[in-house]
């Protein structure tokens, strides 16, 4: 049998740590997007960071701090809330096309280093792989191609920054999720979310133009539609050019169903309405004066706020 400390030494481990932290360092950036304090973002392509979207609090007065203390404006190119990445553009950068690495080698207990800039320099956590899982939906709907959890204590000032595995290579971005868990958003999420931002500045999300409640059902009519919670969503009010109101659906209505899939709550609407939704007809189950009734909606792309 192998001997298990063959090779290792903690001075080993450091400096190979410091390496990795090196080594991309030249791509690290400070971002200002908060009223207080910064985040970290990285360089993407010639002239364009990635950093995390719920840093940002405005779309305007972002500004970046280089690896040399330089700063420079920042425009934001587009944001996604739903899988919290956002892209600035900045004048151009001599630095080639990042290359992100596959996160489907990842398990539970690998080593992780998340890497961030502060105003100070470079910033570095070591700690594991927690939990690796399939691909999820956000709280906001966006599909995560993969489900990751660090154990490790994140900087806020390092949030935006990158997840490198012991190799080096760049397998996604650290964000904080709910109660202030890490979390890294896959690099498949960011090669797949990242373009569309630079295309369009956003990624098309469903629409079905109403404003809606949850409000609480008599339980026979829950029982009658099968329906495991006495539950359901009341329109409150219509966009009177949405696909709702083009399909019948009235102020008062309430929602009990999407095709096969009850609808206890407007996070569940928002989940279903990913981009994948855009184009769809949708079968709505509606409680109308106490009657069901079930209306095809086709879903459209959200509108561009004006």
């Given at each position: 049998?192998?001997?298990?400390?063959?090779?290792?030494?903690?001075?080993?481990?450091?400096?190979?740590?410091?390496?990795?932290?090196?080594?991309?360092?030249?791509?690290?950036?400070?971002?200002?997007?908060?009223?207080?304090?910064?985040?970290?973002?990285?360089?993407?392509?010639?002239?364009?960071?990635?950093?995390?979207?719920?840093?940002?609090?405005?779309?305007?007065?972002?500004?970046?701090?280089?690896?040399?203390?330089?700063?420079?404006?920042?425009?934001?190119?587009?944001?996604?809330?739903?899988?919290?990445?956002?892209?600035?553009?900045?004048?151009?950068?001599p630095l080639e096309d990042i290359a992100f690495s596959p996160t489907d080698g990842?398990?539970?207990?690998?080593?992780?280093?998340?890497?961030?800039?502060?105003?100070?320099?470079?910033?570095?956590?070591?700690?594991?792989?927690?939990?690796?899982?399939?691909?999820?939906?956000?709280?906001?709907?966006?599909?995560?191609?993969?489900?990751?959890?660090?154990?490790?204590?994140?900087?806020?000032?390092?949030?935006?920054?990158?997840?490198?595995?012991?190799?080096?290579?760049?397998?996604?971005?650290?964000?904080?999720?709910?109660?202030?868990?890490?979390?890294?958003?896959?690099?498949?999420?960011?090669?797949?979310?990242?373009?569309?931002?630079?295309?369009?500045?956003?990624?098309?999300?469903?629409?079905?133009?109403?404003?809606?409640?949850?409000?609480?059902?008599?339980?026979?009519?829950?029982?009658?539609?099968?329906?495991?919670?006495?539950?359901?969503?009341?329109?409150?009010?219509?966009?009177?050019?949405?696909?709702?109101?083009?399909?019948?659906?009235?102020?008062?209505?309430?929602?009990?169903?999407?095709?096969?899939?009850?609808?206890?709550?407007?996070?569940?609407?928002?989940?279903?309405?990913?981009?994948?939704?855009?184009?769809?007809?949708?079968?709505?189950?509606?409680?109308?004066?106490?009657?069901?009734?079930?209306?095809?909606?086709?879903?459209?792309?959200?509108?561009?706020?004006?």
């Amino acid at each position: 049998m192998p001997d298990p400390t063959a090779g290792f030494s903690l001075d080993t481990i450091s400096n190979h740590v410091s390496d990795l932290l090196d080594g991309i360092a030249p791509r690290l950036v400070t971002v200002r997007g908060r009223r207080r304090g910064t985040s970290s973002g990285f360089l993407w392509r010639p002239g364009l960071i990635i950093t995390a979207e719920e840093a940002l609090e405005a779309d305007e007065d972002i500004a970046v701090m280089h690896p040399d203390g330089s700063k420079v404006a920042a425009g934001l190119v587009g944001r996604d809330p739903s899988t919290d990445i956002a892209l600035l553009r900045i004048e151009e950068s001599p630095l080639e096309d990042i290359a992100f690495s596959p996160t489907d080698g990842l398990r539970a207990g690998h080593l992780i280093l998340a890497a961030g800039r502060q105003p100070e320099g470079p910033s570095a956590a070591l700690g594991i792989v927690s939990l690796t899982g399939a691909a999820w939906k956000s709280l906001r709907g966006g599909h995560m191609d993969r489900r990751i959890h660090l154990d490790l204590r994140l900087d806020f000032q390092s949030e935006g920054g990158v997840a490198l595995d012991t190799s080096g290579q760049i397998v996604g971005m650290t964000v904080f999720g709910p109660w202030r868990r890490v979390l890294v958003i896959p690099s498949e999420t960011i090669e797949r979310v990242a373009p569309q931002l630079l295309d369009k500045g956003r990624v098309a999300r469903g629409y079905l133009g109403l404003g809606l409640q949850p409000i609480r059902i008599d339980k026979a009519a829950a029982d009658t539609a099968g329906l495991s919670e006495p539950r359901g969503l009341i329109v409150v009010s219509m966009d009177q050019d949405g696909p709702g109101q083009r399909a019948g659906i009235r102020q008062g209505d309430i929602l009990i169903r999407w095709n096969h899939d009850a609808l206890p709550s407007v996070r569940r609407v928002y989940r279903l309405l990913g981009p994948e939704s855009v184009g769809q007809s949708v079968d709505l189950g509606i409680v109308r004066a106490g009657e069901h009734i079930t209306l095809a909606v086709e879903i459209r792309e959200r509108p561009t706020p004006q």
